[in-house]
């Protein structure tokens, strides 16, 4: 069997994951692998993956060829990873134009509240919740659309992820994309992996916050910011 025989009887995650080992580089579950996917991958990646959950169905002793609400469930969650809940592991993140501060400016910005939808990377149940991100800007910050702020936050949730960790990489790409002076940012969340299984309490939430450079040291704009948010 020749070489390209072999290549082309390989699974495409498997591919995937060989680049990302050689690279040295991480693949866990929040983890962004865009850059080691090849054109045309991902839709041969969703059909591994409708595949193998068909399987996962069968050993559930499910009757997806019988049963009319199942026969097309295995492709519909692939899909749903893949392109939908999970989506910010495998593609890049979205082009934000940054603009510089022309007017200088250097008051407290606050966006929010942002809904985001992510799942928990215990039991890949959801998580949804709202972020408030605050800004102190200075004259070398770069100013961002507001709009730009939920597609960041959108690519950063779009994975299995842990909330406390979800918005210390948010956080991290806001200060790399403006640089800005301080950075706050709140998260609340509900977690279906407490509401839908183990407790059933549908009432908890968790709140969890990053604070960064001004808002770090001036306790003054951290109790400004806090009693800005409308919760």
Request: charge should be neutral.
């Amino acid at each position: 069997m020749s070489p390209a025989e072999i290549d082309e009887g390989t699974p495409v995650s498997v591919k995937i994951r060989e680049r990302v080992k050689a690279a040295r580089k991480r693949f866990n579950a929040n983890d962004n692998i865009a850059d080691f996917i090849q054109p045309g991958e991902l839709e041969k990646l969703l059909d591994e993956v409708a595949a193998k959950m068909e399987g996962v169905l069968d050993s559930m002793v499910i009757d997806t060829e019988r049963d009319h609400n199942t026969g097309d469930t295995a492709r519909r969650v692939a899909k749903m990873y893949i392109s939908e809940v999970f989506r910010g592991r495998y593609v890049h993140a979205p082009t934000i134009t940054e603009f510089p501060n022309a007017e200088h400016l250097n008051e407290l910005m606050i966006v929010g509240p942002i809904t985001v939808r992510s799942a928990c990377s215990h039991h890949l149940c959801p998580v949804i919740g709202k972020i408030w991100i605050g800004v102190m800007p200075n004259e070398r910050t770069n100013v961002i659309g507001l709009s730009k702020y939920a597609r960041l936050a959108e690519w950063i949730m779009g994975r299995p992820q842990i909330q406390e960790e979800a918005v210390i990489q948010l956080a991290d790409l806001i200060q790399e994309k403006t640089q800005p002076d301080g950075l706050a940012i709140v998260m609340e969340a509900s977690h279906f992996c407490m509401a839908w299984r183990g407790v059933k309490d549908m009432d908890s939430k968790m709140i969890n916050s990053v604070m960064r450079g001004a808002f770090l040291k001036d306790p003054t704009l951290r109790r400004e910011f806090l009693s800005l948010i409308p919760r």
